[in-house]
């Protein structure tokens, strides 16, 4: 993995801040509306991530209706909450990014107006580390595919994809920055996914798998130079 790297990217929710609030409102309410009983307690959602079945035992044929309802209800979260929940070791790694040379920026499927996103990014602290904040123009499923955005956001740091480094918290992450020909994917266990999915996934395989983002700075400084 030593190579040479002028940029690092990020996902958002999972990766840079928590998402295991909003995703169990989205859970629970999609599981209301097709009609499952019992209510989804907070306990079992956490259960159900733990063993990673983000179907929450549901039937093959209840999926895909469950996967949309979840997404929107999902987005509709995020949306309404005005202040996000930092995950720890994030201020200081995007810090020591910005000192050691790295262009920065966040990749996120949230769709909407990118200003309204770097607002709530500054009220946390965030945005100062951060060079770029891209969104997507819609909430639809097709947002969940980032690869579009990954190139866009080397072209707009006048860096070749091969020189950009992507860390995400999910598979998706990893194939789009396969797709974008970005020269490496890392995964960071913070999200919905365990780090044994992460590194186990039959398709996309990062090129690491990390617990935490304390875990960034020493892994690029020991791997990569720029």
Known sequence: MAREFKAVFFDLDGTLVDIHGPLYAASRNAL?????????????FCEALARDDPYIGLPEHQRPDYFRL????????????ERLEVLPHVHETLAGLKQRGYATGVITSRPGDSRRLVEKLAMVGLAPHLDQVLTQPSATLRALDKTAS???AAANAAILPQACLYVGDEPRDIMAAANAGYG???AVATGAASA??????PQYHPDHVMHSMAELLPFLDQSITI
């Open 32 to 44: 209301r509306d097709i009609g499952h009983d019992p209510d989804l307690s907070r306990e079992r």
């Open 70 to 81: 979840a997404f929107a209800y999902l987005i509709a979260e995020l949306d309404r909450t």
């Open 150 to 152: 990954l190139r866009q």
């Open 184 to 186: 490496a994917a890392i």
């Open 196 to 201: 044994g999915f992460l590194r186990s996934h």
